[in-house]
Each structure stands twice: as structure tokens, then as C-alpha cells.
């Protein structure tokens, strides 16, 4: 139970922290409800996916600088695909750019392995190609979705037994976001890929040491972070129905979710569940000062002082944790 | 034919650019035996167990596993031959649980609460994370983690180095057993007593090649120590003459007292006086403490225990600038630990003494000029790579380091390993500077893995073994052969059997 406690206890913590800038909205503004979650849920699915493709990196011991671009130009390729194309035509597209979102991923991984040259300079270089690719794909904004894509992530979860007042907090796109998360992060976690990827993170030599292919791990740990991305990229498409070739600002808030989510820079610790409630956090706190009515410029500052003070206590708890 | 060998190496050659880490080493394991693998600080002993783990590929020679030749480069591919490691620092994960751990190597889970539990470590959560399991229980589990696999060749890199005696005493008591199965363990260790105790054969390294394999039977030790140190013993007779003449007659008043100091587990209790005017040598193998010794007394660390005293003073030492206060300067064996590569030789012998006269503000060029310029004459240093410290040759970098504490005018010196890497002239100019500095009253304690120079540069010998001080030797009889054996914890006059063998355990605690 003890144990329970201390290694979720972060993620309760974000929890916590969640349902009270919940509680601080309705009271700010009494009507916010159900379609407001909604609506969060939706303006932040793009995020938590940027979140979950650096989450593998950051805990594989690397940094991923290249996520908003990666997302841009898979947006962009779905969204020029799938332009005046059939509905069906969509089925092969979706698996063609989370391929490709992968394929980037392993190339990134590739780069670092191969020439040694730091991750946080392959992946600056490759974020000013992959930008350069999406403009190259679609010079502005344009392209179009499949309908039954966009379908996907609109509306609530129609649950026939419950009524439509509950049925109202289940948006599709909340949906959508665990199933996809839980079907690469499940299998992923309780596979010896996982450990090993938590494993090079934690201590490169000891993991070699322990009979683990390092470069194939860190190669495969920045694919399936392309494979996030792509997501990413796909719900960009799916929730604005176009694609755009200038990349989000997923690229820093991806960073900040990550490090309040409880997973180190520098690898080895943490999990996913961690920063998707803390990508929720921080866009919930960003809706809480924009009823608040604050200066958009202030809202910046507040969530850049949140960021260090989360993270500072979190660490000032576990020493104190470790003393006693 | 006898027993077909479980392991043959021969030939085993590793380069890392110009120099020859390994020669030509050869080892033979037979199946169930204990088989020790010795060798000086530097004669290849550790290049050779990472060839033979997978962890680094040798450039030439070849490796049999039970008389076929295996794929051993990298080391999954040696586990999946057969030769299972347990290196000196812990393997484990430490962000990942034990029994993540076991899943990593794929190691079976009952094996191993089985090993730990005859290892005597019963009360184990598998759920705990290995960061939070003390260091020389991490060991063992590397240890049962191996065993678990039922390698047909462990090798223990200084298995017992980190052990509590009861813990070592069960370590060594599973090792023996596990011979009497049929498998074998290659067993590094600089304790005679348990390579006595527990090895059938040695192997013995010296400069990167094998030079001789001998059954361990009493007495075994002299001969041991003789191969490591091959024709030096002979060389030595020369230098011991040049020594005494350079070193002077202590008598000045007491700089630094050291009191059972206690630092971590490495350094367990250790006491010396350091005189004005005296180079005080300190002679131990790796890694038994003397790191930890010279960081608490350069304040980099603080002690655990026990106290130093400063001119007839305790002092505390929370931080470098504490020690650098009081005269005294670390100068490390790694230079760049110490330079700041990229800046001039001016600048990087100006930065402690100017860092001493004043905190902030200006810098009083004239003055330093003029202390910059004397310090570099007095060295000789060659300065017509003035502009960056890293053009330097090694041996004018070492001089920089030097004389930079000079120039800010310390009255001790804590040199760890200066000569490491430096050309023969550069080095003896080192010795004479060391000299004079003591023949000027000041004090230098002089950490060396090069035996032969203790008699060109020390006054006296400091010798610790296991984090203590096992034996101080007056320079007349420090010769390589003497201190060597004193390194290695055997005592002084062990020119014959004296009985290490008989009396396995009790050896290691008996030391002073």
C-alpha cells in the first residue's frame, strides 16, 4: 500500500491538482460543464500526443526537438492524401502516415546512433527538415479529411444504459486518446522492449552490460515516439478537417508535461499516465486564467512559474521522503 | 586427452589507437576450477575480462568456448555462450525494480531467491527499486543473478571488494561450491588470503601479456609477486641509490594530521602525520580509498569520521576553497580536471592566486604578470603554445598544474598521480621540483600507482590496503618488490611462507 502510494503518488498529486482548477472554473464561471470538457478534451488531444511521443524519448535517456514538426508534415501528408479522395481511401492513409511518423522516428534514432552527434542537435536538425518537408507538401493550409475520421473524435461516447447527462463527460475524443495510447504503451510497458527502454535511460553501461542491444532500443524508442507524433499529426487533421504546414507550439508544452508529469530529463523514471494529466493540467490552468480574464501574456508567466514550483516541491518531497 | 578446456583464449591483443592496452594475453580455464586472475595496476587484467564479456572486441587473437570458436562480441552474445560477468560496480538498473532487473537478462526468478537466500540475503522485495538497495547488497544480487543462469564461466571482477566480512565469507564459501559442479570462475582479487582460500590455478598478467600460469599451493605468493613485477625487481637496485641522496632528514613541526578518517566504505580508518618539508608517499592498488583520502583533504568531500588537523588546528572542509585557504592545492592526475583547456597558460596559472587576493573587481595584471612569468621560468614550461592550455604537450599541462600552486604559494600539495601519461624528461623534472619544494619546507603528499618513483621522490611510504593504513615503509627499503607486497596486504617480511594460507579469514582483519 505504502509503495502504491509513493510511486503513484505523483500522478494522485496531478490528479489533485486537476480537480481543483476544475472546481476554481465552475466557480469562476458557474456554467462550465460537460460540453467545456469536451471542448478542453479536444483542444488538448494533439498535445497529450506530443506529450506521449516525448515521454518515450525523454524516459529512453534522449529529447525529441523534432515532435511539432513531425506532427506538422503527417498532418499535412494526411490532410493532401485525403483531399477530394474517397472515404475508403481514408483506410489506407491513416496506416500510411503512422508508418511514416514511425519511419521518421527510427531515422531520428538512426542519426543519433550512427554519428554520435547529440540527440538534442540530430533532432534541431531534423525539426528545420521536417518543417521544410511540410511547406514543400502543402505551401499554406489546405487539403482535406475523411468524414468518418472527423467523426472519431466529435461528439460524446453514446452509452445506451447510461443517461445522456453522464454520457456527456465521455467525449469521443477522450475516447479515442486511451485506446490508442493504451494500445502502444500496454503491450509496450510489460515488454522486455520497455524495460529496456527504461533501462538505457537509467544507466546506459549497466544496461549494455546486462545484455541490452543499446542502439537498437534508442533507434526503436525515437520510432515509436514518430509513431506518437503521427497520432498527433492525424488528430490535427481530424479536429480542424485540413492540415497545416506550420508546426503548433506542441514542441515546448510537450517538454513542460513531460518534466511536470514526473518523468526525469535524463531518463530511467517516470510513465505516460503521469504527463497526460499533466498536459490536461496545464491546459486546464490555461482556460481557468483566460475566465480569470487575465492578459494572455500574463497566463504565459503563471504557467511558467507553475512549472518550476510543481517541480521544485515534487523535488523537495522526494528528499524529504528519502531523509526520513 | 585430458578435460577439453571450458575456455581458451590465446593471442587475445587490444589497441585503443597507439597504445597497447593488451599484447598478448592468453588464459585457460579447466572445467571446475577456481581460477585467479592477477596482474599489477595497468597490466590489462580488466581489458581482458571486458574482451572476454563481450563488452569491448579484441583486435586479435582467439577465443575458444568449450573447444568451438563463439561469437562473444557483444554481451548478450557472451551470456548466450556461456560466460556470465559480475563487474566491480553494480549492474543493475537502478531506475528499474530487482525483479525488472531479472527480466532484463532474462533470468529465472526461483534460481535466483534461491542463490540469494544461501548468499544470506533473505529479506528481499523483489518490488524494490535497485537504487534503493544498499551497494554491497547489489552486489551480491549481481552475483545470484548470475548464478541463477548457470553460467559455465563466471567471471568476479573484485567480487569482495565492497563485502562486509560475513557477507564476502558466504560469497566465497557459493563461489567454492559452485566449482564443485563441474562449472568454472575466473576470480579477480588483490586479497592473497581469498585467492589462497578459494583459486586452484593464476594466471598472471604483466604489461598486457601473460607471463605465467602457477597452482596456488603455500608460498605461492612470492612468485606470484615476482611475475607481476618481472625484470623490475632487478632495475630497482639502481634507483634506490639516487633516492636517499635527494631526500632530506625530516624534522620539521607537524602540517597535517590525519586522524581515523573515515570517507564512505572505501576509506575505513586511516592515520598519518604529513611534516613541513617532506614528500610523503602514498602507494595503494586501485581503489582502496586513496580517491576518497585526497578529496577530504582537498575539501571536495567530507569525511565520515574522524578528523584532520591543520598546523595543530581541526579543520572542517565543506569545500575546496576551505583547503585552498589553508595552502593546501589538489593537483589531479587528469589534467583536464584541472584546467581550464581552452584558456592561456597564463590564465590558468593566474586563476587560483588571483582568486586569492581578491574576491572580485579588478585583476592587478602588473602583479600578476610578474608572479605568472616567475612560476612558468621556475618550470621551464614550454610556452610557445601560449594561447591554449590544450596545445600543450601532457607533461607541460601537468607543469602548468603545478605551477599554478605555486605561483599561489601553498604550502602543501596533494599530487594524485602526477606522472600519469607524461614523457620520462618531464617526469623526472617533476621529481626535482617535488624536491625542491620540500627542500623549501613545504609538504607534498604524493599519490602514485608507479611504484619505482616512491624511492626517487618520497621521504617515506604510506601503504593502504582495504581503507587503511597497512604499513608506512622508510624509503631505504621501499623498493617496487616491498611495497607491492605491502599493496597487496601481505606483511613486510614475507620472503618465506609465513602462514597466509593457513588461516584464510582471519588475515584481512589482523592487518594494523
Known sequence: MMRILRQQGWIAGLLVLFVLLFIAARVIQPSYGAGDFGSLVSAVLPFAFAVAAQTVVVIAGGIDLSVAAMMAVTSVTAAALMAGASEEFALLVVPFVLLMGFALGALNGILIVVTRVPDIVVTLATLFMLQGAALLILPAPGGGSADWLRSLIFGTVPLPVLPAAVTAWFPKALLLLVVLLCIVWIPLKRSRLGLSIYAIGSNELAAFRSGVPVARTKILAYAIGGLFGAMGGLSLTMSTGIGAPIPGPYLMASVAAVVLGGVVLGGGKGGLLGPIIAVFVLRLARTVLTLLAIDPNVTAIVEGTILVAVVMFGAFIAMRSRQS | ?512
Open chain 2, 1 to 512: 586427452m585430458a578435460t577439453e578446456p571450458l575456455l581458451d583464449a590465446t593471442g587475445v591483443a587490444k589497441r585503443y589507437g597507439a597504445v597497447a592496452a593488451l599484447k598478448n594475453a592468453s588464459l585457460t580455464l579447466r572445467p571446475g576450477e577456481v581460477h585467479a586472475l592477477m596482474g599489477a595496476n595497468g597490466a590489462g587484467k580488466s581489458t581482458l575480462v571486458k574482451i572476454l564479456t563481450g563488452a569491448i572486441p579484441a583486435n586479435a587473437g582467439r577465443i575458444l568456448v568449450r573447444g568451438q570458436e563463439r561469437d562473444i562480441r557483444s554481451p548478450a552474445k557472451a551470456r548466450q555462450a556461456g560466460l556470465v560477468p559480475v563487474y566491480q560496480e553494480p549492474s543493475l538498473i537502478p531506475d528499474l525494480d530487482v525483479l525488472s532487473n531479472l527480466r532484463l537478462t532474462q533470468t529465472p526468478v526461483e534460481p535466483f531467491r534461491h542463490w540469494i537466500k544461501e548468499l544470506g540475503v533473505p529479506d528481499l522485495d523483489l518490488r524494490d527499486l535497485a537504487r534503493d538497495v544498499p551497494l554491497a547488497i547489489q552486489r551480491v544480487l549481481d552475483l545470484a543473478r548470475a548464478l541463477a543462469v548457470e553460467p559455465d564461466v563466471m567471471l568476479l571482477d573484485e567480487m569482495t571488494a565492497a563485502l562486509p566480512a560475513n557477507l564476502a565469507e558466504r560469497v566465497l564459501d557459493v563461489v567454492k561450491r559452485q566449482s564443485q559442479t563441474g562449472r568454472s570462475v575466473i576470480f579477480i582479487s588483490h586479497r592473497f588470503v581469498e585467492i589462497a582460500a578459494l583459486c586452484d590455478r593464476a594466471t598472471v598478467l604483466r604489461d598486457g601479456a601473460t607471463v605465467g600460469v602457477v597452482d596456488i599451493e603455500p608460498g605461492i605468493e612470492e612468485k606470484i609477486v615476482e611475475l607481476m613485477l618481472g625484470a623490475k625487481v632487478e632495475k630497482q637496485r639502481v634507483a634506490q641509490k639516487k633516492a636517499t641522496e635527494g631526500a632530506a632528514p625530516v624534522d620539521g613541526s607537524t602540517r597535517i594530521a590525519v586522524r581515523n578518517l573515515k570517507v564512505g566504505t572505501k576509506l575505513q580508518d586511516v592515520s598519518f602525520d604529513l611534516k613541513d618539508g617532506e614528500v610523503a608517499g602514498v602507494v595503494a592498488l586501485e581503489g582502496q580509498g586513496q580517491d576518497e583520502l585526497f578529496a577530504a583533504l582537498a575539501g571536495s568531500i567530507r569525511p565520515d569520521g574522524g578528523t584532520i588537523e591543520v598546523d595543530g588546528k581541526a579543520v572542517r572542509f565543506t569545500h575546496p576553497v576551505d583547503a585552498i585557504e589553508k595552502g593546501i592545492a589538489y593537483v589531479p592526475g587528469d589534467r583536464s580536471e584541472a584546467l581550464a583547456m581552452q584558456q592561456s597558460v597564463r590564465e590558468n596559472i593566474a586563476l587560483p592566486f588571483s582568486a586569492a587576493f581578491r574576491n572580485w573587481g579588478p585583476i592587478a595584471k602588473r602583479r600578476e604578470d610578474a608572479t605568472v612569468q616567475s612560476a612558468i621560468e621556475r618550470l621551464q614550461i614550454d610556452t610557445r603554445a601560449q594561447r591554449e592550455v590544450q596545445r600543450l604537450s601532457g607533461g607541460n599541462q601537468q607543469k602548468v598544474t603545478i605551477a599554478r600552486w605555486i605561483a599561489a604559494d601553498a604550502r602543501t600539495l596533494l599530487c594524485f598521480d602526477p606522472t600519469r601519461g607524461i614523457d620520462v624528461g618531464t617526469k623526472q623534472e617533476i621529481y626535482k621540483l617535488l624536491r625542491q619544494l620540500a627542500g623549501q619546507g613545504k609538504s607534498v603528499l604524493f599519490y602514485t600507482s608507479e611504484l619505482e618513483e616512491v624511492q626517487l621522490v618520497c621521504d617515506r611510504a604510506i601503504v593502504i590496503f582495504g581503507g587503511k593504513v597497512v604499513d608506512v615503509l622508510p624509503v631505504e627499503i621501499a623498493d617496487e618488490p616491498a611495497l607491492t607486497r605491502a599493496a597487496y596486504g601481505l606483511p613486510r617480511d614475507a620472503k618465506a611462507d609465513v602462514g597466509i594460507l593457513a588461516e584464510p579469514h582471519a588475515a584481512p582483519e589482523a592487518q594494523p
